[in-house]
């Protein structure tokens, strides 16, 4: 991996300087002057608020407050108060009267500073080394053969379940790996916080992995080994990449450079996997108890990966992909041959008021490696999302083509199609094992029908 030249502080310091300027609304045409209430109301109309007319009013809940003028609010007509006027005038809060349009390029400009310095650093969702940097970890402390694994699906509160020969039969505990490469000074940034162990990573162990990369490499440096939201040394985990500096993090760092911290690593690793809760496989994988704060479409698309885990047929297993974030979900297993397969939920286009609706799409975003997709299982669910109904399979090459690229898939089972050249056929739920075998054949051209 090259790196392209970090920013210097001049640069960063120019940078959010745009970036606040980008954010900050327009201000009344005015001289600089000494806010006054007369000033600050003329400020939040032209931003859009409806402020209580009572100048007297007004006067006293400023004074109620008891800041500075431009650290209060004031109070609209409906007995509410608008955001501070700071928060406003710098870009915090965004005005009432912002458009949508606006309110885009808003987020946009708040996360370019982000967005650039990652991309300065050569990072971005295409080089997340969890995969890498685990499996390195596994083959310098010997743990490979001690530990059995399992990759969890996308969006899951884990990467890994993990069991020891020391848990009970068929019981996992789940695993979050962070990794962070090493830098020039400062410090690992593995982007975890405490409230996150408190809520989503609750019950999950932690294992941070600092590294770098010699000659396409990877060299483990340094481990932090987490099973408890008070192991955080603070509100957040980022320890010195120069272990000679004081930090927080002492008790916490294992420096990987011999035999003797390799055999710590590995000790703390399987104490770790033992006291955190432990489940069964499935459960770790697709529940909703053990995986909480998922998002809305994380939460859809679990209910189908667990019902497709579960109605497999008996020569066939499934086994989610290592690469998070990319076009491949899982693997289906048959007699030393393996198919990748992306699992789609189909969305409704075009829903009317009436409950009609103009046929079915899901999104395709940039799908890295969709070389290794054979079949694009979508999944249908009922009106409640809760229930599969069924099932379509498409050849991978089909929706990830050259004219779909980043373009939702839509198609429409009466044959009112865009996007498609064919009408695409719908299975009930219950022909899942008969469509597996199918796909195993490579029959069925570019869908597969029954």
Excluded at 132 to 137: D, P, Q, S
Excluded at 159 to 185: F, I, P, Q, R
Aim: hydrophobic share 35%; charged share 25%; glycine share 8%.
């Amino acid at each position: 991996m090259t790196k392209a030249p970090r920013k210097t502080a001049e640069q960063l310091r120019e940078q959010r300087r745009l970036c606040r300027k980008a954010n900050q609304p327009v201000m009344p045409a005015q001289k600089r002057t000494l806010l006054t209430l007369v000033s600050m109301k003329t400020a939040y109309v032209s931003w859009g608020f409806k402020l209580d007319p009572d100048d007297n009013k007004q006067q006293k809940f400023i004074l109620k407050q008891g800041k500075a003028m431009s650290e209060c609010k004031m109070l609209l007509v409906d007995g509410t108060a608008t955001p501070r006027y700071n928060d406003i005038k710098q870009g915090t809060i965004k005005p009432a009267n912002t458009s949508p349009e606006d309110a885009q390029a808003r987020k946009e400009a708040g996360n370019a500073k982000r967005s650039a310095t990652m991309i300065a650093r050569g990072l971005r969702q295409t080089n997340h080394y969890e995969k890498e940097t685990f499996e390195a970890l596994l083959d310098i402390t010997g743990l490979r053969g001690m530990l059995d694994y399992h990759w969890m699906p996308d969006g899951a509160n884990g990467d890994v379940a993990l069991k020891s020969k020391d848990m009970a039969a068929g019981t996992y505990g789940a695993c979050e790996l962070k990794a962070s490469d090493t830098t020039d000074g400062g410090r690992f940034s593995f982007n975890v916080s405490k409230t996150d162990m408190e809520t989503k990573y609750k019950g999950k162990l932690i294992i941070a992995i600092g590294f770098k990369q010699v000659n396409d490499k990877i060299i483990v440096t340094q481990v932090f080994v987490l099973s408890d939201p008070q192991d955080m040394p603070g509100k957040t985990l980022t320890p010195r990449v120069n272990p000679k500096g004081e930090d927080a993090c002492a008790h916490l760092r294992i420096r990987m450079d011999g035999i003797q911290q390799y055999k710590l690593c590995k000790k703390t690793i399987l104490e770790g996997v033992l006291k955190v809760p432990h489940h069964s496989l499935d459960n770790a994988c697709f529940s909703l108890e053990v995986n909480r704060n998922l998002s809305r479409n994380h939460k859809t698309e679990f209910i189908g990966l667990q019902f497709i885990h579960n109605a497999l047929p008996a020569t066939t297993t499934m086994t989610m992909a290592s690469d998070k974030n990319k076009t491949v979900d899982f693997l289906l297993h048959r007699s030393g041959e393996s198919l990748g397969i992306s699992a789609k939920t189909a969305s409704l286009h075009h829903k009317k008021a009436d409950g009609s609706h103009s046929g079915f799409c899901f999104g395709t975003s940039a799908a890295p490696d969709h070389h290794k997709c054979d079949w694009v299982l979508v999944v249908y669910l009922d009106k409640s999302r809760k229930i599969v109904e069924g099932f379509s399979a498409i050849r991978g090459s089909t929706v990830y083509s050259e004219a779909n690229k980043g373009k939702a898939f839509l198609w429409h089972r009466s044959g009112q199609r865009r996007g498609v050249s064919y009408k695409i056929e719908k299975h009930q739920a219950y022909a899942l094992p008969q469509l597996v075998d199918l796909m195993f054949e490579q029959r069925g051209g570019e869908q597969i029908t029954l």
